[in-house]
């Protein structure tokens, strides 16, 4: 008899619990929090082409590419032109490193085998705000990294991944700001 009462008791409390937390849930859907995103006035965005600093032909151009893709969808603008934009996204690439990261010893003559490159590109960025004339967001030294195996792969799929993640960066640090 003891048991099954000790069982109600622990019953009612885990269904009162559960009633709680779906009244604070209720609750809490009246009420939401400011930020995360742009500025109201800010719904279009112009993508400018990059200065290219480096050595490396191109890289401005894939950057660019890969950004008017995904950008403006993942910050919940549209692409527009440079006359109609509300925000202007501008950079410059600033530095691209192609470096071996892994090795083994090789066989006869004392070679050595490079198992892995990475590839580092540096970029600065602002993100102007054309109705207010202000910078919202501003890095400098952001670096993308990817790895290929020069076995079996090229140089451009370091490239791709180095884009991607310099993209979320951007991503990133331009929601940060709202």
Same mark, same amino acid.
């Given at each position: ?7 109600? /008791? ?75 934009? =509300?925000? #202007?996204? @501008? ?37 102007? =705000? /054309?109705?207010?004339?202000? /910078? ?8 993308? @990294? ?16 180095? #884009?991607?993640? #310099?993209?979320?960066?951007? /991503? ?7």
């Amino acid at each position: 008899m003891k048991s099954s009462r000790i069982r109600r /008791i622990s019953g009612r409390r885990a269904a009162d619990a559960l009633l709680a937390v779906a009244l604070f849930g209720l609750v809490a859907c009246n009420y939401g929090f400011e930020g995360g995103g742009f500025p109201p006035h800010i719904r279009t965005i112009y993508i400018e082409t990059f200065e290219n600093q480096t050595a490396q032909f191109d890289i401005e151009q894939r950057l660019v590419t890969r950004l008017l893709e995904e950008l403006p969808a993942q910050l919940g603008v549209r692409p527009a032109g440079r006359e109609a934009a =509300d925000a #202007i996204l @501008r950079g410059r690439v600033v530095r691209y490193d192609d470096v071996a990261q892994n090795y083994r010893p090789g066989g006869a003559g004392g070679t050595t085998d490079v198992l892995s490159h990475e590839v580092q590109i540096g970029v600065a960025v602002q993100l102007v =705000d /054309i109705r207010d004339n202000v /910078i919202r967001w501003e890095a400098n030294g952001l670096t993308g @990294r990817g790895n290929y195996r020069p076995d079996s792969q090229t140089d451009l799929v370091g490239q791709l991944q180095a #884009i991607e993640n #310099i993209i979320e960066q951007i /991503i990133d640090g331009a929601q940060s700001q709202w």
